[in-house]
């Protein structure tokens, strides 16, 4: 099995940044695709960025692409998401998921096996 501990979530300004951590245990790291997803209150699980397991490719939702960033260190076992320049509309509860690499819905959420517990991203005045 693999645990997932995120850290990172909070309240921010407008236009202001905010970093997600995801760190995890129980399996090698390096043989999960990990990924973000989110979930605003009422709405549906939605797919916001991944990475791939060992060459780092990347792919953004179209609502995120140019703002947040996603990566990984595969030698500290951890995920991040860069956001930048976030709006009110990027509030919501962000979850951290991993799955195996040869996974090819990569922006499912059927597809992930693993789940972090998804703090809470407030964007907010």
């Known amino acids: 099995q693999v645990q997932l501990v995120e850290s990172g979530g909070g309240l921010v300004q407008p236009g202001g940044s905010l970093r997600l951590s995801c760190a995890a245990s129980?399996?090698?790291?390096?043989?999960?695709?990990m990924a973000w997803f989110r979930q605003a209150p009422g709405k549906e699980r939605e797919f916001v960025a991944t990475?791939?397991?060992?060459?780092?490719?990347?792919y953004y939702a179209n609502s995120v692409k140019g703002r947040f960033t996603i990566s990984r260190d595969n030698a500290k076992n951890t995920v991040y998401l860069q956001m930048d320049s976030l709006n009110p509309n990027d509030t919501a509860v962000y979850y951290c998921?991993?799955?195996?690499?040869?996974?090819?819905?990569?922006?499912?959420?059927?597809?992930?096996?693993?789940w972090g517990q998804g703090p809470p991203v407030t964007v907010s005045s």
């Open positions: 990475i791939s397991a060992n060459t780092y490719r990347t």
């Open positions: 998921a991993a799955t195996f690499s040869s996974t090819t819905a990569l922006t499912s959420t059927a597809a992930y096996i693993y």
């Open positions: 129980g399996r090698t790291f390096s043989d999960f695709r």
